[in-house]
């Protein structure tokens, strides 16, 4: 299926690209930027953002629409990778970070240990800089979730990915339900964090569909919600279903914010759960918690 013309994105800015991509190679440190083959690469490395990738490259889970590589073998934490991230962030002088990771099922706490350690190290080196994570399910586990939140992290992600029809499709190790409970969880028990979801179009859902979930996250109390186009990585990965035109994303913004009160959505064929992440520094000021 042809692309059409909304979605072709400019060519980068290859020499800030380069001035980024060097300063992670030499910390070693991967980024979902290049690990998922975002299309935004460009315009985020350009303005000197990055979404670190943690305790990768490797997945434990093999979800086909994910360009990640999938390794479910055992693997020990690096423990020198949250003061490399913390000292990154520095260089990088970024106002606001986004942490994620790949699912690590293999440990006994999904990695949730790993993420406190990152979120000491960002505020050690950099106490101003806002921190947003996107989180895995940790497989149900509230214990490990509740130690992630005891750091404190201002912007709280967990994307729901696809309509529930299609989970056993596309997200065949995940549980709906679950990833809903993980957000309301983190709006009750600690209310000053904001929530944040995502879910993409093009693997076989309807617009229906699209809004039956946005419902749904706001019913569990979630604040932000990012909406994008589903792109094929590749022959081995779901291919795409369709097409949703610039209109349909903009219906799904006015939808969300004007019936349903999220305080945003992100919602054009390019977006991603952390593409321009740092306008959540603007609503915190709108909506003070």
């Keep these: 299926m042809l692309k059409p013309d909304w979605l072709r994105v400019k060519a980068p800015q290859r020499e800030r690209i380069g001035e980024v991509a060097d300063l992670l190679l030499d910390l070693k440190l991967n980024t979902v930027c290049q690990e998922a083959s975002c299309p935004n690469i460009g315009e985020c490395f350009a303005g000197g953002t990055a979404t670190f990738l943690i305790m990768g490259p490797g997945c434990t889970r093999a979800c086909p629409y994910c360009d990640i590589d999938f390794d479910k073998s055992v693997r020990e934490l690096d423990p020198t990778e949250p003061e490399r991230l913390g000292e990154a962030v520095a260089r990088l002088g970024l106002k606001h970070v986004v942490i994620t990771s790949v699912n690590r099922d293999d440990l006994a706490d999904g990695g949730a240990s790993q993420f406190v350690a990152c979120i000491e190290q960002v505020r050690a080196r950099s106490p101003l800089t806002t921190i947003e994570l996107l989180i895995p399910d940790f497989c149900g586990n509230w214990e490990a979730l509740a130690a992630v939140m005891e750091g404190a992290p201002e912007v709280l992600n967990h994307n729901i990915e696809t309509v529930p029809r299609l989970y056993k499709k596309a997200r065949p190790q995940g549980i709906y339900e679950r990833s809903l409970e993980l957000l309301q969880r983190v709006r009750q028990g600690w209310p000053r964090t904001y929530t944040k979801s995502g879910l993409m ?34 022959p081995k ?53």
């Design 237 to 289: 990965h779901l291919p795409v279903d369709r097409f949703v035109t610039p209109e349909q994303f903009d219906g799904f913004r006015r939808h969300g914010e004007e019936a349903l009160g999220f305080l945003q959505v992100v919602s054009t064929p390019l977006t991603r759960s952390s593409y321009h992440a740092g306008e959540v520094q603007r609503l915190m000021r709108q909506y003070p918690r």
């Design 201 to 234: 179009t093009g693997l076989g859902e309807t617009d229906t569909e699209v809004l039956e979930v946005m419902a749904d996250l706001r019913r569990h109390q979630v604040d932000i919600v990012t909406i994008g186009q589903y792109l094929s990585p590749g």
